[in-house]
């Protein structure tokens, strides 16, 4: 097992299932204690954690909404009492909600769709700033979207904006925090077959016009995505500041 983390605090939001919890893995494998972020999945947050503790790493499970201030401010506190500091915080967290066109969305679902991705990207990081600038390699990875470039499939546009908004942000906040030695990058994943978001949200003709869609000719696995921000959380990294890496299998067009 590699060891090129060990020693590192992790905090990984959404890591019940899918990428997040590929991340988790990925990280603990690595060498890195993990805390757990979920928000209504108490199970799968637990068997994640089984699962890092079975790598031999310390993992708690955290519940919080990401929409909500208080939530996020309670989740980072106790991240850092349970591993003492945090090095790596994975803002994996986010959702489509649904797929409804810009002219039959309400400004609520507008708001929802914002503030579960754009917004807890902002409260969380904001919360998490203080506690990494005391690490010694602290990263910030944020999550993207292959959409943020293309703008999406059906009724994803305000998705693909508030995606395009973290990428943004993650430009932006690592200018802010490069002389605090912060680095602040994003993974952009394209089309991860084996979550619930495409499960829920996308025909199986869909699916397969995105496998069609790209260059390598697979969808694209949650190790794929938990591969890259491995890389960018190791301490070899730390001139990368930032970017975003596209994890797409090369899908055109972007
Ligand atoms: N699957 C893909 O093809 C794909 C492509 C590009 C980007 N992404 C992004 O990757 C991330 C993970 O998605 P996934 O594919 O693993 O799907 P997923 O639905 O399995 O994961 C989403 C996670 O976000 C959490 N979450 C959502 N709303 C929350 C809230 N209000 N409070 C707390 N937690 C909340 C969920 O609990 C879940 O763990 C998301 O940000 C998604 O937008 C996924």
């Not at 506190?77 to 969305?105: P, Q, S, W, Y």
């Not at 993207?144 to 546009?157: C, Y």
């Not at 994943?189 to 003709?205: D, K, L, N, R, V």
Request: proline residues 2%; glycine residues 12%.
């Amino acid at each position: 097992m590699s060891e090129e983390l060990q020693g590192s605090r992790a905090l990984v939001t959404g890591a019940g299932h899918g990428i997040g919890r590929a991340v988790a893995l990925g990280l603990a494998a690595a060498g890195a204690d993990v805390v757990v972020h979920y928000g209504k999945s108490a199970d799968a947050a637990a068997r994640t954690v089984a699962d890092i503790e079975a790598l031999g790493r310390k993992a708690i499970a955290v519940c919080a909404d990401v929409t909500s201030t208080a939530d996020v401010n309670r989740l980072l506190d106790e991240t850092v009492g349970f591993l003492g500091g945090l090095d790596i915080l994975v803002c994996n967290a986010g959702h489509l909600i649904g797929r409804v066109k810009v002219e039959e969305m309400s400004d609520e679902h507008f708001q929802q769709v914002v503030d579960v991705n754009l917004g807890a990207t902002f409260r969380t990081t904001r919360a998490a700033i203080g506690h990494l600038a005391q690490s010694v390699n602290p990263r910030i990875i944020t999550m993207a979207s292959l959409a943020a470039h293309n703008g999406g499939g059906p009724g994803s546009v305000v998705y693909a904006a508030a995606k395009a908004g973290i990428r943004g942000f993650t430009k932006g906040l690592a200018k802010e925090l490069g002389s605090q030695g912060i680095t602040v990058n994003a993974v952009a994943p394209g089309y991860i077959a084996e979550t619930a978001f495409h499960q829920t949200f996308s025909t199986e003709q869909a699916q397969a016009a995105m496998v069609a869609g790209t260059p390598i000719g697979r969808a694209g696995s949650v190790e794929d995505v938990a591969n890259a921000v491995k890389f960018l959380a190791l301490p070899a990294s730390g001139y990368l500041t930032g970017i975003t890496i596209d994890i797409d299998g090369g899908t055109w067009p972007r």
